[in-house]
């Protein structure tokens, strides 16, 4: 306490007074070497408990609404790899019949798919592959030529090409004897149902995760705001206007959202590079296979990422916009005049 | 400077607080504001910071009526008004120097054009060695200065000072009721609110009494 002292100056300050404080260049006064501003010169402190549960909801709440994100885009693109990777493949089926000749049926089957457009090739699936892929129900050592075996031909289609499977169909019943085509149009159908139905769930999840984030970081905000409501009274009654009040509000919580949301949205961004890693060193095991097949590579793409970005600057944006917000409307009630314009 | 004309206040629904104000603040005036605990001396203060409207009645500011003010203009206005709250109100982040830079801050100024002013007045405060220090650990005293010095960095036309001496000892209460004297004398309004019959007994001056909501002036 100093209140021993004199309140120093008063008589040297004589007759320039209190309020004209200019010191005389002949008594410079003391300099401080260095003004150490604990505040780093921002009016608005630091994070206090309330700002740093702020950052913390910040970054869990970015972490999983990316996650969901790069959940439903890797879904949806497995979903349609599935569908492409099916629909890019027809098969032909050539039944046993009496006098014909099956390798010569199957060569005629060939010659004629491989002349319609749109089909990049045909591939007869010899008596090795057709008693490989008996042998789980008859076993092995089996003579395909002693048992009426169906036969095989797989036929890739074009990438972008629509041949005319209807065509194909026709021409193949009426030169090919026993020959029928299956398009696994039952199959893309059904998958385009399933992967439709999983990506309208994944947007209905990421909309309920992203709205659910909105509303937790609005409150959030409001609730570390309101620790500063002093603040901006001092401020609002030393002269300062509700501009610049909100702007430096708006720039330390800018500031602290970014910082949690790149946080969250790097750690969501973090396990999906690590989990496509993971999924390309183990492509050969068919553990990785079996994964591989259902989730894809994991690989949610450059859009994926795009969006992960996106959400880390709407939330960073969103909590900027509120923390203005929630100042200009504290002020406005402090205000109690001025809000007519003179007549 | 500041001029209410038949002015009355309640809050909500509640009776008149404060019936029929009518006076002046002029010019490089000082007055004691006083009355009983309760009496309404803090929303007459108030009322003249423009932080409350009155019921009824009008408050003109620097020859201009409140209600005709616009928002830009308020900031403007409120920087000729030095304010020194009863409860200091001093930011616990911020320096007692930074504290006291506030209101130049908040201007735009830069710090190298108002460091030396800041520092001068500290001392002039008796506050020299306790500028990088935080509020929190300042004592009574030491906060009310602080409060005093900001009230003062930029030279207001008005100084409203609500119970300046309620925390501190009588011989610091002089020392301060100096510090206001001074100031009056350089020029500025002083508008001291207290209920310290020993104060104003130290400086013969206009005083405005408050009782029960309604105002007695003695020249």
Known sequence: MTDGRDIAGEKRRGAAGPAKPVAPAAAKPEQP?????????NIVPREGVAGQALGIVIAIM????????????????????????????????LKPFDNVEMETALKQAQDLVASFEGVASVAIIDKADTADLLEPWLGTGIDIDE????RLLTVRIKDGATPDLEALRAALAAKVPGASLDDHRAWVDRLVTMAFTTIAIGASVLALVLTATVLIVVFATRGAMAGNRDIVEVLHFVGADSNFIAHEFQRHFLSLAFRGALAGGA???AIFIGLAVWAYLSRATPQGDQIAALFGGFTIGWLGYAGIAAIIGLIAMLVAATSRYTVLRHVGSLETYGRRRPE | MIKLDNVGLRYGLGPEVLSDLSFEIGPKSFQFLTGPSGAGKTSLLRLMLLALKPTRGLVSLFGKEAAQITPAEMPSIRRRIGVVFQDFRLLDHLTTYENVALPLVVRGKEEVAYRTDVTDLLKW??????????PPVLSGGEKQRAAIARALIDQPNVLLADEPTGNVDPPLARRLLRLFIELHRSGTSVVIATHDLGLMDQFNARRLVLNEGRLQIYD
């Not at chain 1, 439903?72 to 493949?89: G, K």
């Open chain 1, 267 to 269: 750690g969501a961004a």
């Open chain 2, 125 to 134: 405060v008796g506050l020299g060695d306790r500028m990088h220090v935080l």
């Open chain 1, 33 to 41: 070497a260095r003004y150490n501003l604990r505040s780093g010169r």
């Open chain 1, 62 to 93: 970015t972490f999983l609404a990316c996650l969901t994100l790069g959940a439903v885009a890797s879904v949806s693109d497995t979903a349609a790899n599935w569908q492409r990777d099916i629909s890019r493949e027809v098969t032909i089926q």
């Open chain 1, 147 to 150: 048992l009426p075996v169906p």
